[in-house]
Structures are given as C-alpha cells and as structure tokens.
C-alpha cells in the first residue's frame, strides 16, 4: 500500500487571498475602482485603507507571486537542511512575501513550522496590522515579531532572529525614492554570528539611476557574495513586467 507522505502547511494560500482581492475588486463600480487606481500610483502609494490594500492585492499580486517565486526557487538549497529558519522583512508590505514563501515550502515538502519566526519591519502602520494577520493566519506556530519604522531607524536591537540561518527580504523596497539602505547593509555586514542570505527582487529600470539601486546595495554588504542574478526588462521577455532579483549570501556559504 502507498502512503502520501504529510506535510504540516498553511490552511490558506496566497491564491486565495489573490482570487478573493480580484473577484471583490472586479464588484466594484467604476468610478471606484477608478479612485482606487489612482491611490495606488502605479504601485508606489502609501497605502492607507482596507480598500487600497485589497486593490493592491488585486492589481500585484499575481505579478509579486511570479517574481518571489523565482527568487525563492533559487535560494541556496543548504538553508533547508538546517534547524529552522528565521525570516526579516524589510518593508513588509502587508505581507506578500510570507504568504508566497509559505505556498513555496508547502510545495516542496517542507513543514509549515520549519519557519520558526517572522521580524516584520515597515513604516506604515496600517501594512505592518495586515502583514501581522497574514502571517499568524499561514504561520500558526511561528513567533512575530512587527517593528514600525523606516529603513533608516533600524538598529541591531531590532534584528534578533530565534535561528542562525536567516531569510532577509527585500521586495519592491530596494527600488523606492525613500530606501537609504545604508544603515542595513552595515547592520547585514556586522553580523557574524548568522547565515544569513539576502534575497533583493524588484522591477528592473530602464534608467540609470533605480537601474542600479540593486547592484548598488549589493556591493555595500561587506563579506557577501552574489549566489544568484536575473534582470529582465519588459521588452527582453515574454513577461508584461520587468524583474530583478539578486541574492547575496554571507561567507558561511
């Protein structure tokens, strides 16, 4: 007789959560799914209600789902056989992320709580209250940690991760006007004492200037190096999005 093997994994998926934002999104009338259009500026707003959340969800998602799950299939495939895995998240967002991280592990057989705790860092409130109920939802048995400040209030008192392997991520922060990055990098090139591994996605710019924020920050983190590269520009694919996606790691790989 064959057994499937069982795996402990999230009563919810981000698919759900997806489907559910664009089916209310699609309901609404015009003028509103207008209003909420412009709010969302193209993906750069500062997000301030439910409403504006839900259409974020709706309009990105699927696109922040394709670029994390990349970014995630090409993670250093040792962070697996370890004890447990803390991750950091910069900018947390309402927390797209950990809900994709956790379809991910689900599908590679891993248990939900090899995941043993979650620092979610964001400086607006109201992302920072969802990306806390998102992650208590996929993740019942991991700590949380949420921390309301800027990249540039970060102090080494507000990365204390429960495990040595450590999950930094940065989606769709690095590329923003308001990233310094400085304070992190320095904080990231410090620690000696953790595995740590950078995963960096965002769209990839045409211009110069947020062309080259990713590279940028990479070559600020002292003692790491880049395990994994793909930039693509809309017009080099058959995507209808730009990618970027770096991923450093410390010496410990």
Not at 115 to 124: A, M, N, T
Request: proline fraction near 2%; hydrophobic fraction near 35%; aromatic fraction near 12%.
């Amino acid at each position: 007789m064959h057994f499937t093997p069982r795996i402990l994994k999230s009563a919810y998926t981000f698919n759900e959560i997806f489907q559910s934002a664009k089916d209310w999104f699609s309901s609404l009338e015009e003028s509103k799914k207008t209003s909420l259009k412009e709010a969302l500026d193209h993906g750069a707003g500062h997000l301030t209600t439910s409403d504006e959340l839900k259409a974020y969800i709706a309009a990105y998602g699927e696109i922040h789902q394709a670029k994390l799950l990349q970014a995630f299939n090409n993670l250093p495939q040792k962070i697996w056989t370890e004890g447990g895995l803390s991750v950091v998240d910069y900018g947390c967002g309402q927390g797209i992320a950990e809900m994709v991280l956790a379809d991910f592990i689900a599908s590679k057989w891993i248990d939900n709580d090899f995941i043993k705790d979650f620092i979610l860092i964001e400086p607006s409130r109201k992302n920072l209250e969802r990306c806390a109920q998102y992650v208590e939802a996929f993740y019942a048995d991991a700590g949380k940690t949420s921390i309301c400040k800027s990249d540039k209030e970060i102090t080494t008192d507000d990365i204390k991760p429960k495990c040595q392997t450590v999950l930094h991520l940065f989606s769709n922060v690095i590329d923003l006007d308001d990233f310094d990055g400085e304070r992190i990098t320095s904080l990231l090139s410090e620690d000696k004492s953790h595995n740590n591994i950078v995963v960096c996605v965002s769209p990839y710019y045409q211009e110069s200037s947020r062309g080259k924020r990713m590279a940028t920050f990479g070559k600020m983190l002292q003692g790491y190096t880049c395990h994994y590269k793909f930039e693509k520009h809309t017009d080099e694919w058959d995507k209808p999005y730009s990618c970027q996606i770096h991923i450093y790691v410390s010496s410990y790989y």
